[in-house]
């Protein structure tokens, strides 16, 4: 569990290229201040602005994956649910243009069926806006779950197969990784998960396959750059071995 509170130096020949946040604690953070979840989830969205600030003033990190909303999130109250898109509809658009000053190109992962079209509309525009940014990738799962979207790369193997372009003898790990929502985005290298909780929920299980695990107790709405280089930091003390004997 992280618990370094200062932003010591990393070192930059170790740093992870993939990082993705499970932003969890809004509600108990809302709990603990008096105030709706709503307001929670408001609080966690500047923090996703500090987090995203950061790593790419570090340089280095090449993407970052930001969990705002799975698959298993429908569940949650109606009003909680459209409040969750309205803000982060708001955020895409108060934040597009400094993400694009920033040079850096905002991908969505995740289902489009049964999201509210504004939000398609936001995440399509942001894209496209930015599709050819390369400081830094961040991507947005958004009605995201990792079993759907290995069902969806399953399906697209299948109509290769189908198609007569591939053949079932050939199919291997690449055929189903070039179906996932990004194929460009490589393996994750580090998941961080905030407020506790040790489960991965339904997140890039196919791309967390070797990546390294990082929980803090800090609540999302928290987090900031202090927390990052903790968990950056604890991240490259590790020794990664990808099922081997050494780390690499
Ligand atoms: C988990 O906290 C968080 C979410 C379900 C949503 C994450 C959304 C944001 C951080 C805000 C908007 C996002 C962006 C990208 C601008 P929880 O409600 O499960 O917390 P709890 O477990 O303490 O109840």
């Known amino acids: 569990m992280s618990t370094s509170k200062n932003t010591d130096a990393l070192e930059p020949k170790r740093l992870p290229r ?11 953070w809302a709990k603990k201040h008096g105030v709706t979840r709503l307001r929670g989830h408001e609080a966690g969205a500047k923090a996703v602005r500090a987090v995203i600030e950061a790593c790419r003033a570090i340089g280095g990190i090449e993407t970052l994956t930001l969990y705002a909303f799975s698959s298993e999130n429908w569940r949650r109250s109606k009003t909680e649910v459209s409040g969750l898109f ?8 108060l934040e597009l243009d400094n993400l694009n000053a920033e040079d850096i190109r905002v991908v969505f992962i995740g289902q489009t069926k049964g999201l509210p079209k504004r939000v398609i509309a936001d995440l399509e525009e942001s894209r496209e806006l ?8 961040v991507n ?9 979207e290995i069902a969806d790369a399953c399906r697209a193997v299948a109509e290769e197969v189908k198609a007569g372009r591939l053949q079932t003898t050939n199919i291997d790990e690449e055929s ?5 929502y990004d194929p460009s985005s490589r393996d994750l290298d580090l998941v961080i998960r905030t407020a506790g909780e040790m ?10 396959s070797y990546a390294e695990i990082v929980v803090t107790r800090t609540l999302w709405p928290d ?5 990052l280089y903790s968990a950056l930091r604890e991240y490259q003390a590790r020794t990664r071995k990808f099922g081997g004997r050494r780390g690499r």
């Open 140 to 148: 947005f799962a958004v009605n995201y779950g990792a079993r759907a």
């Open 18 to 28: 993939h990082v993705a946040v499970i932003m969890d604690g809004n509600g108990r």
């Open 86 to 93: 309205r803000l982060l509809s708001k955020y895409i658009r």
């Open 130 to 137: 930015t599709k050819n940014n390369r400081s830094m990738q």
């Open 176 to 180: 189903v990784a070039r179906h996932l």
């Open 223 to 227: 987090f900031r750059k202090r927390h």
């Open 199 to 208: 489960r991965l929920s339904n997140f890039m299980l196919w791309q967390a």
